[in-house]
């Protein structure tokens, strides 16, 4: 090689070598310290196209999830209504079969239809008060709290819906609500306790009404299962393509950091070359 004041051929080579490797280190720290192999559109731009797509499903089934939970606190409080109504018509049953037998008279009678109006008034209020946010699916009394009505609920990230019906529970309380009238006679009462008889029939919907609800609830837990599975799955894929190597890039840095180092040193002796011509004139 030549020696020139003009031309430093070494040192443009050592400069080279040293911004090569200042570019290296640079974007070893970048994966470093955000612990990306692609943080950005300037690392990898299909790469990171392809993880804001993911990142966008996650993001939508994490609001989907939001709204199915929100439901979930829906359907358990319809349950529990229906469960409450349930209970208290079997202790009415108990009592319509007593008012069925034409020699409960007198007091006697009275004491039971009374017995029979107070726990009419018990199913009333669970149907009046089973609202959850201000929704209700049953709650269609007179003095009910939450807005009355079916609902449909976001599934998925592409926004398809489930829906869950009402049931009305003021059509229910109006077919029990006998009258101290009708109580009075024992072959009217029998009449309603009959195999299809109206108190029977009611009480079939209401068990019929908690089974549409438990179904409902049993897909929304297996729904929000399933898009919390698909969840880990998507980052899980988006992390081996643009995840960094943490292990690999600490090590990369440490060689990197020390190329750095000799490439310095390489370009100051390369700089000091020239110096030496100086000698050759007794300076």
């Known amino acids: 090689m030549s020696n020139s004041i003009n031309t430093n051929i070494g040192a443009m080579i050592a400069l080279r070598s040293l911004n090569s490797t200042n570019a290296a280190l640079a974007a070893t720290q970048k994966q470093i310290s955000t612990g990306y192999r692609v943080a950005d559109a300037t690392d990898d731009g299909a790469a990171y196209a392809v993880a ?69 008034a018990n199913v009333k209020s669970y149907i009046q008060d089973s609202s959850y946010s201000g929704k209700t699916l049953i709650g269609n009394i007179t003095g009910s709290s939450g807005s009355y009505g079916s609902t449909a609920v976001v599934r998925n990230e592409l926004g398809a819906t489930y829906h869950i019906g009402s049931y009305s529970g003021s059509a229910l309380y109006g077919s029990i609500a006998f009258t101290s009238t009708q109580l009075q006679g024992a072959s009217t009462v029998a009449a309603l306790i009959t195999a299809t008889g109206t108190f029977t029939n009611e009480f079939n919907a209401v068990g019929s009404a908690m089974n549409t609800y438990g179904a409902a609830t049993n897909f929304v837990n297996n729904q929000i299962t399933f898009n919390n599975n698909k969840i880990d799955a998507l980052n899980s894929g988006m992390g081996a393509l643009i995840d960094a190597n943490l292990a690999q890039e600490s090590a990369q840095l440490t060689a990197l950091q020390i190329r750095q180092q000799l490439g310095t040193q390489a370009l100051t002796l390369a700089n000091n070359a020239p110096q030496s011509l100086l000698k050759l004139f007794g300076l």
């Open 52 to 120: 804001q797509t993911v990142r966008n499903q996650v993001g939508a089934l994490t609001s989907a999830n939001q709204q199915l939970g929100n439901v979930q606190g829906l359907l358990a409080t319809t349950s529990s209504g229906l469960n409450n109504v349930s209970n208290m018509m079997q202790s009415m049953q108990q009592v319509l079969v007593k008012l069925a037998d034409p020699t409960v008279l007198g007091n006697e009678r009275t004491q039971y239809i009374s017995q029979f109006q107070s726990d009419l």
